[in-house]
């Protein structure tokens, strides 16, 4: 049974799920929840064009994925906000056993037949986290926030497969997609409008488109 007011039902909050910014990464490294990968100098500049766009909202929380590549994109954000970084583990990239491997030119793991059983289940996937395990964790993050900051507004950093997984749960799709057709671009925002409880409306924005 809800416990929510009549107030509360119709309180509007908004929770923006940011994607970090462009990586250096110069080897085309998967490089997944591997340490060490920070932005590039674009990157740095796609944080501070985000920055500058929510400058001025009504932000209370800045909830941040432990990764390096989210902690700096992040960054700028605080400082234009005037709020603290939040880190919070449920916020990570998804695990994916291909990590560390490289897929580009046409010499990837792909072409391996040692690794073709890894891909046997694309639904699940079964060469990595669960989209379940995704959805679960990200739903908990952003109910949490959510419920927070009631009647204000709130920024999570993640990245871009548990944002989009988020965003297909609460549209109602299959989590099973073609990774090449996810609208989540680098330091794109993916914002949730919640009426009370209930998802409204789910808007995409790219500030940073240009740089």
Known sequence: MSTQTGGEQNVRTIVHVMRHGEVHNPTGVLYGRLPGFSL???????????????AGRDVRRLVVSPLQRAQETAKPIAEALGIPIETEDDLIEAGNI????????????????????????????????????IRDRMVRVATSVRDSVRGHEAVIVSHQLPVYTLRRHYEGKSFFHDPRK???????????????????????????AGI
């Open 98 to 133: 291909f990590e560390g491997t490289k897929f580009a030119e046409g010499k990837g793991v792909l072409l391996k037949p040692q690794h073709w059983w890894k891909l046997r289940n694309p639904l699940r996937p079964s060469w990595g986290e669960p989209y379940t395990e």
């Open 40 to 54: 590039s100098e674009r990157g740095q500049r796609q944080a501070k064009k985000v920055a500058e766009h929510l």
């Open 182 to 208: 996810r609208e989540c671009d680098l330091a794109s925002l993916t914002t949730i409008v919640y009426e009370g409880d209930t998802v409204a409306q789910i808007k995409y924005s790219e500030p940073s």
